[in-house]
């Protein structure tokens, strides 16, 4: 028995997410699908982090178990013969049998992509999250940094979290902005579930004034999820990368590449 993983880039739009679920599409049973047409066989994945329906991944990471021999090139082009064109395999490696994609991994990277603008563009539509209101820089970066750091992050899991402890290490929260566009970067050990939204909706409403950055602080200490803001849109959320140990030999793309590569843009450098 062999273990393969592959580097998966998706756009999220009009897929429910990574998982599998009865009676709507998803990355997952996509991903499945086609490995069933490539190799003749049923063969269940294991992802990096699990996305929400309309999320984007720049490079999610899987892991396989099978006992058909293929080389790398041929693990790439078989499977994107098979998936369709929102969905990309970008690398393939056999990896060793103790690598767990979820499991293995000690940082996961988000990006969240937000466009400042009064009216809405055809051309980022489900790329891009869009806010009308006139975002402030300088109060939402100051709020971040109160948010860095290993906190208990209950004020922003969701309910449905099913993480045995709310406590994590945000090792990095930067905030860019290019013209109309403003960049999120999140880094982070671990996220729980909505995490990243959440905290984009504390940030998003001092960016607007309604809170002063100070809130950010106030929010985490509260540990009450109905304390905090809503949610945020999944539009324009990208997992960007996924880092292991070195001993895997997984592909660790700069993340200033993918972003360029995939996206376009020139200012994240991280």
């Not at 324009?236 to 700069?254: C, M, N, S, T, W």
């Amino acid at each position: 028995m062999q273990r393969w993983s592959l580097g998966i880039a998706y756009n999220g739009d009009g897929w429910h997410g990574w998982q599998k679920q009865p009676n709507v599409a998803t990355i997952q049973a996509q991903v499945e699908s086609a490995l069933y047409d490539f190799l003749g066989l049923e063969i269940q994945t294991v992802c990096a982090g699990r996305t929400d329906t309309g999320v984007h991944a720049l490079e999610q990471v899987v892991h396989l178990d099978t006992a058909l021999e293929r080389r790398e090139m041929a693990w790439i082009r078989g499977l994107n013969s098979h998936l369709p064109n929102s969905i990309r395999v970008q690398w393939a490696r056999q990896v060793d049998a103790q690598f767990h994609a979820r499991f293995s991994a000690q940082r996961r990277h988000y990006l969240y992509l937000v466009r400042n603008a009064p009216h809405p563009t055809p051309f980022t539509e489900a790329r891009v999250a869009w806010v009308f209101q006139p975002l402030q820089l300088q109060p939402m970066q100051e709020a971040a940094k109160l948010l860095v750091g290993t906190h208990d992050f209950s004020s922003f899991r969701s309910a449905d979290c099913q993480a045995h402890s709310p406590i994590r290490e945000l090792q990095q929260l930067n905030i860019w902005q290019q013209g109309e566009y403003f960049i999120f970067y999140f880094c982070a050990n671990a996220f729980l579930h909505h995490m990243v939204r959440n905290l984009m909706g504390v940030l998003i409403h001092i960016g607007k004034g309604k809170q002063p950055a100070r809130w950010a602080r106030d929010v985490l200490e509260y540990r009450d999820r109905r304390r905090s803001a809503p949610t945020f849109s999944p539009t324009g959320l990208y997992l960007a990368r996924v880092d292991y140990p070195a001993h895997f030999k997984i592909p660790q793309h700069e993340l200033s590449a993918l972003v360029h590569r995939h996206l376009n843009l020139t200012c994240v450098k991280v």
